[in-house]
């Protein structure tokens, strides 16, 4: 992973954890269950935002590594790999 995408990657981590533990008071303290579901989705976002930004830093350098390489055994599994990862077949 390239370092400053490890830091962006990090920044949101932390973000996802504090809203996280914020769902978690809200839960103790019985808040109302609309709430809660709207932070969950808040979370389910920010996630898929993270996740975003792994798979492109993954794409430029993993991937484009591997598609540049000789190897197609290296290249097949690479494409592979994402299709699993982005909701293809499973092995």
């Known amino acids: 992973m390239k370092p400053d995408t490890k830091t962006v990657a990090m920044k949101r981590l932390a973000r996802i954890e504090g809203q996280v533990r914020g769902i978690a008071r809200m839960v103790e303290e019985d808040r109302y269950c609309i709430d809660v579901v709207r932070q969950v989705q808040?979370?389910?976002?920010?996630?898929?935002?993270?996740?975003?930004?792994?798979?492109?830093?993954?794409?430029?350098?993993?991937?484009?590594?591997?598609?540049?390489?000789?190897?197609?055994?290296?290249?097949?599994?690479?494409?592979?790999?994402?299709?699993?990862?982005?909701?293809?077949?499973?092995?």
């Open 42 to 91: 808040a979370i389910k976002s920010a996630l898929g935002g993270l996740e975003g930004v792994i798979l492109d830093d993954h794409l430029g350098t993993c991937v484009e590594d591997a598609l540049a390489g000789s190897s197609l055994e290296v290249r097949r599994a690479k494409v592979e790999e994402l299709v699993g990862v982005l909701g293809g077949r499973k092995k």
